[in-house]
């Protein structure tokens, strides 16, 4: 059975039913037990499986995420959670000297079974160290895998699979993603790795976009069609390992190709996304853009941060360009979860 | 009362076994940055000579010590110090990342303190299993610059983790000393801070240091609240890297290794006993030593499809 839940919803059942099959699963990270419940993805954690198996920690990323890959060395499934992708960076010494090795380094004696989430911020001026997107980081580093879901059924499922997965997976949560609904089967279920999704079908261009900008160009696939323009919108869900041989076939039909992330593009995965289709493609002729943050520090103030991000109008604009040659004015009035966000959690 | 012949066993083998690999070293058969242990034997032996072999420690690129002491097959170290695929990490890993799950000795990392909180984390499993396993993290003191040092003595610390902390301070990292490095240099008083009883031990006894970590693992098994911390003050006696002694480079004079050679336990412990029993022990450690390095020798590298396997487990692929 299905039922329509949000995003957050959705992970945080997930959550429930894994930590329920398996005693050994375990959710640690800043705020994960208080009231807020990690924007209600850790909802009832502590209530049904106790302090020991859903516990705050203190603000100590570099070594919280040496633990976590101690418990999971030891065989125990931690799930390490940060409020924010920046705070990432200062457990970033863990995660590529040490998680992303282990297994190689010592000669496949040690596994380290381990889910990091994180979350990018943005709207209600969430600024330069709230904002950032930094998968890309970690698509670069071999031995660590990526999931970036925009909807619910792949945010739960992403979280399974992630948890049962012998090796480190990064979670990339948008907090816009958070509160998307959609169809959600209670029972638990996986997400593939290196699997994309079609979110829409469409003969004329394919708009390759990831985690909340899948949420806004699908947005912008409505406006394109309205100007006689038919977008297919494909979601990578699974970053690393990408599904470069199923963008590829999408890119083949269409002969277009628009990638949109939530990101920088410089060495972004708009770059991988667009030279691994292309490789992958037997077409290196193939019209191609891509769009992201622009490349300055995220700013506060509402009118700048508007023109940070690539939004339905500009994704849509792009895409028209890219298919009739010539540019067209989209309008469109900001994305309701934008406008009613007031944050930071 | 520690067995001598086994602390001497252990401690002789040890600085054999690295004797071999400086000997050996100049030819480039091992292709690996090595960091001997020689001189700061006694503080893995009396460590892990006090342990179970079901416990689990934790080291660093200075590990060769370690590793021995904890029961890790010196076969399959020599071998991985040649890139063989006998090696216990298949070649892939080399001097800086002795593993031996099996013996209890988990992965050494090349970056100082990385090791330290997964210590924590391995001993925060065993406190929920009610395992009764004992975890140590060994490390120098040049991992308490690091963030990671500080923040993992007070998460465990906090959750009361069986874990038995080893510091052994040699005084440098790699040619700063500590006193350029860190105003307060007493690592146990810094420890005592964290909310743990600690010590600093003369690192050159090895029985000092067995009966000092037999006490305090008999203490966590019956059901104490961890961690412990001791400091085991200690000395490198070669370069930081590489088989050679530095004495001739500047910043340290080689005045301060004598009073460590004087307190050199290959020596202390092997006066103790029987002449007989010693040379008994001598010969056995040197036959062992020889067929090691024959069947580094002897042993293939490993195949060019090596190059990918282990980055993902079974279940994964990229």
Redesign the interface.
């Known amino acids: 059975m299905t039922r329509v839940l949000t995003c957050a919803e959705a992970l945080a059942e997930g959550a429930v039913q894994e930590m329920e099959r398996d005693p050994t699963v375990f959710v640690m990270g800043i705020g994960v037990d208080d009231f807020k419940a990690f924007y209600g993805t850790t909802k009832t954690l502590v209530e049904r499986f106790g302090p020991e198996r859903c516990f705050d920690t203190p603000l100590s990323e570099d070594a919280m995420t040496g633990f976590a890959i101690g418990a999971a060395m030891a065989g125990w499934r931690p799930i390490h959670c940060h409020i924010r992708m920046d705070f990432l960076l200062l457990g970033m010494n863990q995660l590529v000297n040490i998680a992303a090795k282990a297994r190689y380094m010592y000669g496949g004696q040690v596994s380290v079974p381990l889910v990091i989430r994180s979350v990018i911020g943005r709207s209600w001026g969430q600024g330069a160290q709230h904002s950032q997107g930094l998968h890309s980081l970690f698509m670069h580093v071999p031995g660590l895998k990526v999931f970036a879901p925009s909807t619910p059924f792949d945010a739960k499922g992403c979280l399974i699979s992630a948890i049962r997965d012998p090796d480190p997976v990064l979670i990339i949560e948008h907090r816009m993603v958070h509160p998307q609904r959609g169809h959600v089967p209670d029972e638990p279920y996986t997400v593939p790795f290196a699997r994309s999704r079609v979110l829409r079908p469409g003969p004329d261009v394919t708009i390759v976009a990831v985690s909340y900008m899948a949420v806004e160009a699908m947005r912008a696939a409505a406006l394109l069609e309205e100007a006689g323009v038919s977008a297919e919108v494909v979601d990578p869900v699974s970053l690393a390992p990408l599904d470069v041989e199923g963008i590829a076939a999408s890119v083949r039909k269409t002969g277009r190709l628009l990638v949109v992330d939530t990101d920088w593009t410089m060495c972004g995965a708009t770059a991988e996304i667009v030279t691994a289709v292309l490789e992958n493609a037997g077409e290196t002729r193939v019209p191609f853009r891509r769009m992201g943050f622009a490349p300055v520090p995220c700013p506060t103030t509402k009118n700048l941060e508007n023109l940070y991000y690539p939004s339905p109008k500009t994704i849509a604009e792009t895409a028209y360009e890219l298919v009739k040659g010539h540019k067209r004015d989209f309008i469109a009035s900001p994305a309701a979860e934008i406008v009613e966000f007031k944050g930071p959690f | 009362m520690p067995d001598i012949a086994r602390l001497f066993r252990s401690v002789y083998r040890i600085r054999r076994v690295e004797e071999e690999v400086a000997r050996v070293y100049p030819t480039d058969k091992i292709k690996s940055p090595i960091h001997l242990s020689i001189g700061q034997e006694a503080v893995s032996v009396g460590v892990c000579e006090a342990l179970r072999h079901d416990d689990v420690v ?1 080291g660093t690129y200075r590990s060769h010590a370690t590793y021995l002491a904890k029961g890790g097959d010196l076969k399959k170290m020599v071998a991985e110090l040649y890139g063989k695929a006998t ?4 070649g ?2 080399g001097s800086m ?1 002795l ?3 099996a013996a209890g000795v ?2 050494a ?1 090349a ?1 100082v303190g ?13 406190k ?1 299993r009610r395992s009764g396993r004992l975890v140590v993290s060994f490390f120098g003191d040049g991992a308490a610059d690091e ?2 040092w500080h ?2 003595l ?2 465990a610390a ?1 959750k009361r983790v069986p874990l038995i902390f080893i510091c052994e301070n040699n005084g440098y990292s790699i040619h700063s000393r500590q006193l350029d490095r860190q105003k307060q240099a007493n690592l146990s008083q810094r420890a005592a801070g964290y909310g743990m009883p600690s010590e600093r031990l003369d690192g050159s006894d090895t029985v000092l240091v067995y009966e000092k970590v037999k006490a305090a693992a008999e203490t966590l098994r019956a059901g104490a609240e961890g961690p412990l911390f001791f400091e085991c003050l200690t000395y490198r006696w070669r370069e930081h890297v590489g088989p050679n002694e530095d004495y001739a480079a500047g910043y340290r004079k080689r005045g301060e290794l004598e009073p460590w050679l004087e307190r050199d336990d290959v020596e202390r412990l092997g006066t103790r006993l029987p002449d007989a029993e010693r040379q008994r022990i001598v010969d056995e450690v040197e036959e062992e030593i020889r067929e090691a390095f024959a069947f580094a020798e002897a042993s293939p590298i490993p195949g060019d499809g090596e190059l990918w ?10």
């Open positions: 934790f090696g216990c990490a298949k892939k890993g990342h593993v031996d799950a988990m992965g990392s970056v990385t090791t330290i909180p997964h210590a924590v984390g391995y001993a925060w499993v065993q929920m963030g990671a923040e993992s007070n998460f906090l396997t282990d980055v993902f487990g079974a279940e994964g692929g990229r």
